[in-house]
T-cell receptor, first 116, second 114 residues
Framework: DQQVKQNSPSLSVQEGRISILNCDYT??????FLWYKKYPAEGPTFLIS?????DKNEDGRFTVFLNKSAKHLSLHIVPSQPGDSAVYFC???????????????FGQGTILTVHP | DAGVIQSPRHEVTEMGQEVTLRCKPI?????LFWYRQTMMRGLELLIY????????DSGMPEDRFSAKMPNASFSTLKIQPSEPRDSAVYFC????????????FGDGTRLSIL
C-alpha cells in the first residue's frame, strides 16, 4: 500500500525552463509535506515544505503547491539549472497526528535531468 | 556545524555475519530515524526514537534487525545474521521533535551482503 506516489520515474528539462515534479498521496491524515533532493552517494537534503493549512510555499526558485482536495502536490523549479539534476523525493507526515510525529512516508523518487 | 554522521560508509560482508551500522545525530536533536533504501521498496522507515526511546519499530523487517540508542549522541542498527536481501543503503536522520523542522539525513551506509 503505497501512500505516497511519484508516478514519473524521470523528467528531462532544458536549462532555463520550468521543471514540474508531481506527487500524489492517499492518506488524508497527512498534513505536512516535504521535498528532498538527493545526489548520488549522498543523503537526501531538505528542499522545501508545506503544511496543509497552506496551498503554496515559495523559496527562491522553488515553489510547492498543495491541492488537498485532489491529494496532490507539485514542486516547480524556475528556472531550472544543470545543478538541479538529482533525484527528488516527495515525503508526507501527520505532524499533528500525535503518536507518529516525525514519521515520514516517502515516494519512490523522480530523477530530474536538466540539460545545458 | 556537523551534520548526521554515519559509519561505515561502505560495508561488504558474507551472509551470516553480524553487521553493525552506527549513527551520530546532530547535537541537540531529540528524534532519530533509521531508513533503508532499495530499488524495490524505495526509502522506507525502519524505526525511530524520541529522546532515546524507540517509538515505532513497525518498519523493522525481521527479528534479525535491532536498533539501540544508548544516549542522545549515538545509535546503532544491527543485523544478525545478515542475508543477501539485506543489501541496501541505510540512512540515519535526526530532527527536533519540538520544532516544525525537517529531518536531516546522513550520507548513508551502503551495505552489501555476499
Amino acid at each position: 500500500d503505497q501512500q505516497v506516489k511519484q508516478n514519473s520515474p524521470s523528467l528531462s528539462v532544458q536549462e532555463g525552463r520550468i521543471s514540474i515534479l508531481n506527487c500524489d498521496y492517499t492518506n488524508s491524515m497527512f498534513d505536512y509535506f516535504l521535498w528532498y533532493k538527493k545526489y548520488p552517494a549522498e543523503g537526501p537534503t531538505f528542499l522545501i515544505s508545506i503544511s496543509s493549512i497552506k496551498d503554496k510555499n515559495e523559496d527562491g526558485r522553488f515553489t510547492v503547491f498543495l491541492n488537498k482536495s485532489a491529494k496532490h502536490l507539485s514542486l516547480h523549479i524556475v528556472p531550472s539549472q544543470p545543478g538541479d539534476s538529482a533525484v527528488y523525493f516527495c515525503a508526507a507526515s501527520d505532524v499533528y497526528g500525535g503518536t507518529s510525529y516525525g514519521k515520514l512516508t516517502f515516494g519512490q523518487g523522480t530523477i530530474l535531468t536538466v540539460h545545458p | 556545524d556537523a551534520g548526521v554522521i554515519q559509519s561505515p560508509r561502505h560495508e561488504v560482508t558474507e551472509m551470516g555475519q553480524e553487521v553493525t551500522l552506527r549513527c551520530k545525530p546532530i547535537s541537540g536533536h531529540n528524534s532519530l530515524f533509521w531508513y533503508r533504501q532499495t530499488m524495490m521498496r524505495g526509502l522506507e522507515l525502519l524505526i525511530y526514537f524520541n529522546n532515546n526511546v524507540p517509538i515505532d519499530d513497525s518498519g523493522m523487517p525481521e527479528d534479525r534487525f535491532s536498533a539501540k540508542m544508548p544516549n542522545a549522541s549515538f545509535s546503532t542498527l544491527k543485523i544478525q545474521p545478515s542475508e543477501p536481501r539485506d543489501s541496501a543503503v541505510y540512512f540515519c536522520a535526526s530532527g527536533d521533535r519540538g520544532k516544525r523542522q525537517p529531518q536531516h539525513f546522513g550520507d548513508g551506509t551502503r551495505l552489501s551482503i555476499l
